[in-house]
């Protein structure tokens, strides 16, 4: 009897051990369903965001709170911008903040360093509903050709679109090609800046314009970069460049130019127009008054064809730590800070664009006319993710050549198919 008690507690220990071991993990990338850890329970959750967004985080928990009158909740607030929010998080990622934000570029990094946790059941179901498509493009990762989605959309704003000085530009007709917006800017003497050298950000709207014309990465399980196959050098993309050189040849075109050039310019009364974001909607404003205009991209004429110029979308994200404590209570909360209401007031008090297709429809939006032409662009634009790493320093010194030319229709079409052989070369990987 003795021995059958004794057996039965070293199986009961064992039983014990084996639940401990499996409640334990690292990197987390199971799924999350709706259901919290229960009621009544204290929580103390740290979020990180943006020092000009702390106000407006802080009322946002504090209402989270409200509605969660069942629970008790001690909140910790970072301040951490979303461009570097990946290396802020990875530097201590086991004990970094439970719920953040961060730029949509940037998910790829934090998935394969275990900072994000997924987003499943219920809550997956919301978000993708409730949201735009490229907004969730944005926010999911591609795994073994199944895409699972890793983060909460907050705002979709960070593209480039024209401004415009209306005195110039009556017709709104002389804004659809970039062709009419050059000839008009020029015999009005004034000057287009859109910034295609140097950036390879801005130049990439000219080969978006094909959709045959893309890059593909390929990834591990860990998010490494294995390989990168791109087709830019093909003979569509030799158009481009044939495109480009016609434009960076207009005299009324500015290529080589950044955002103190364009505000200088429309400082001065020299720029009819520029490409440019949200970032200086303020002070073009304050400069144009009533004669500020807004619009999407102009359409190019490449290879004969008038074709939409398109571009990035750049997303900001909020994410779960894959290290948090109380997973299933941030995952509740970031589906809460990234809700139809609160982005609707991520739009009145800031400004931002909203992923949440109902705001996007309101009026309030829609009348904005930033936000009108942010979304009218954002039907074309590919969501700012799984760049190759080594796309933007070629890029940018693409059409180095043209720009610097003394006369750039010089440059014969040998030579550019030669610029995007370089290109291909510096980009594209093979797999090992």
């Known amino acids: 009897m003795k021995r059958f008690i004794k ?23 199971s799924e999350t369903n709706s259901a919290g850890a229960g009621e009544g329970q204290k929580y103390t959750l740290t979020v990180w965001g943006a020092q000009e967004d702390q106000a407006m985080l802080k009322e946002m928990c504090e209402a989270y709170a409200a509605a969660n009158p069942q629970n008790q909740y001690k909140f910790l607030f970072g301040v951490q911008g979303e461009n570097d929010s990946a290396d802020k998080v990875l530097n201590d990622v086991t004990s970094g903040p439970d719920v953040y934000s961060f730029a949509s570029d940037q998910i790829n ?14 809550i997956e179901k919301n978000i993708k509903e409730i949201n735009s498509a490229g907004s969730i493009d944005a926010a999911t990762i ?11 959309p907050m705002t979709g704003d960070n593209c480039y679109f024209v401004y415009y000085d209306k005195r110039v530009y009556g017709d709104l007709g002389n804004l659809e090609t970039l062709d ?10 004034k000057k287009v800046h859109f910034k295609l050298n140097d950036d390879g950000w801005y130049l990439s709207s000219f080969f978006f314009a094909n959709p045959d014309l893309k890059y593909e990465v390929t ?7 294995t390989a990168v196959d791109i087709n830019y050098n093909n003979a569509a993309g030799l158009e481009v460049m044939k495109s480009l050189r016609t434009y960076v040849a207009h005299e009324a ?3 080589q130019t950044d955002d103190s050039k364009i505000i200088a310019a429309f400082t001065s009364g020299e720029a009819a127009a520029a ?5 200086n909607a303020a002070v073009i404003k304050d400069l144009l008054g009533d004669n500020m205009g807004v619009c999407k991209l102009p359409t190019a004429n490449i290879g004969g064809t008038q074709v939409q110029l398109s571009g990035y979308m750049g997303y900001k994200l909020i994410g779960v730590n894959g290290y948090s404590q109380n997973k299933g209570e941030a995952h509740k909360l970031a589906q809460w800070l990234t809700n139809e209401q609160n982005q609707l007031k991520r739009f009145e008090t800031r400004g931002f664009g909203p992923t949440n297709t109902t705001v996007a429809a309101t009026d309030a939006v829609k009348n904005d006319v930033i936000m009108s032409a ?6 074309f634009n590919r969501a700012q993710k799984s760049v190759p790493g080594n796309y933007w320093t070629p890029m940018g010194s693409l059409i180095t050549p043209l720009v610097t030319a003394e006369d750039c229709t010089l440059i014969t079409d040998e030579e550019l198919q030669g610029y995007l052989d370089s290109l291909v070369s510096q980009i594209a990987k093979k797999a090992e």
């Not at 942010?374 to 039907?379: D, F, P, R």
């Open 180 to 189: 009419k917006m050059l000839d008009t800017a020029k015999a009005a003497g």
């Open 142 to 152: 591609t795994l073994g050709g199944e895409d699972q989605l890793y983060a909460y």
């Open 219 to 225: 990834y591990n399980e860990n998010m490494v970069e």
């Open 374 to 379: 942010v979304l009218a662009q954002s039907q």
């Open 253 to 255: 075109l500015v290529a």
């Open 7 to 29: 057996a039965l507690y070293l199986a009961l220990a064992l039983i014990i051990c084996l639940s401990a071991f499996v409640a334990c993990g690292g990197k987390d990338t």
């Open 275 to 279: 490409i440019s974001g949200t970032w």
């Open 109 to 122: 990094k934090l998935f394969a360093g275990g900072a994000l946790a997924r987003v499943g059941g219920d």
